[in-house]
């Protein structure tokens, strides 16, 4: 059964960084475009960034220049590096996992469980 887990959250004050990672079951990933999205209380599900096979990447406007996401697809892991942190970035953030390109659309296959990030002001 495929796998994605999600750790690294946890709370953090404005300002500050936090890194998060997504551990794949499978080996086969290292070829799957891998996404990271995030969900705030009362509010739907939002595209933060995504990492394809070969590294391109693409990011919302609104983390653009603060958070930064990568791969190492040795470890079948994508890791998602975020600074600069607002409050408004306190959300469940979950990884995603699919074969093709989706951007920022809900449709990837494989989805984790989410981490917690909290941001206090």
């Known amino acids: 059964q495929v796998q994605l887990v999600e750790s690294g959250g946890g709370l953090v004050q404005a300002g500050g960084s936090l890194k998060l990672s997504c551990a794949a079951s499978?080996?086969?990933?290292?070829?799957?475009?891998m996404g990271w999205f995030r969900q705030a209380p009362g509010k739907e599900r939002e595209f933060v960034a995504v990492?394809?096979?070969?590294?391109?990447?693409t990011y919302s406007d609104s983390v653009k220049g603060r958070f930064t996401i990568s791969r190492d697809s040795a470890k079948n892991t994508v890791y998602l590096q975020m600074s600069s942190l607002k409050p408004e970035d306190t959300a469940v953030y979950y990884c995603?996992?699919?074969?093709?390109?989706?951007?920022?659309?809900?449709?990837?296959?494989?989805w984790g469980q989410g981490t917690q990030v909290t941001v206090s002001s």
């Open positions: 995603a996992a699919n074969k093709f390109n989706v951007g920022a659309s809900y449709d990837y296959e494989y």
């Open positions: 499978r080996r086969t990933f290292s070829s799957y475009y």
């Open positions: 990492i394809s096979w070969n590294g391109g990447t």
